[in-house]
């Protein structure tokens, strides 16, 4: 699936892969009390520029968005939340590397985060990096996952589609599924498109595997 962006419950956007990518503004509290630390010309707190930024990015205006984070992480570089948020809008802009930097800047400050550790399994999968590292942090964020499990069990069977391994992919979308509420279309609308997408390997793989077998 997409990015839940910087509001849970946002508009879902779909990344290359077709996995969900989330961040759920909202889930930490530290940055509401967070001391002011930047220059003195900037009068607004972190969370006020957070709300800036969500606001500018509910309008499609990316740079000024990524400009209102980066004046919260400059005023408070230890709020999980506000590095969230960068990441989010370097992902929809394709910029993995620094959408890798701001995920684990969110994870220094909160670790196990469930929205954290998702979107890095995701940057990771983007990048076609290591994939015993996006699951480990997939499974990471599923223990602590909530309302945000269809998205994470998502992530998961797109990282178990790259690793071929189909019946554990198909498993978790099911139980992703599952987790999904009736009503909530787009989610299930991508989960289908995800089972799909782990159909058509495995029948592929199976053919190749039958055309071998008849070949010896």
Known sequence: MGIIS??????IRRCAQGALVFAVVGMFTACAHTPQMGSSSDTLAP????????SYEAQGMLSEAVGQYEAAV???PSCAECWLALGNTAFT??????AEISFRKALE????????????????LARNGSLPEAEALAQ???????????YVLDTLANIYLRQERYAEAFTAIN????????????????????RKSIGDAAQTDSGKNSATTNIK
């Open 140 to 150: 990471d964020a599923l223990r602590n996952s909530g309302p945000l499990r269809p």
């Open 74 to 76: 400059r005023l408070a």
């Open 175 to 194: 139980q992703a599924e599952e987790a999904t509420p009736v009503d909530n279309l787009k989610v299930r609308e991508q989960l289908q498109k995800t």
């Open 93 to 98: 802009e394709g910029r993995l590397n620094d």
């Open 47 to 54: 969370e006020e520029h957070l709300r800036l930024g969500a």
């Open 109 to 124: 400050a909160a670790p196990h985060n469930p929205g954290a550790s998702n979107n890095l399994a995701m940057v990771v």
């Open 6 to 11: 910087s509001a849970f419950g946002s508009e």
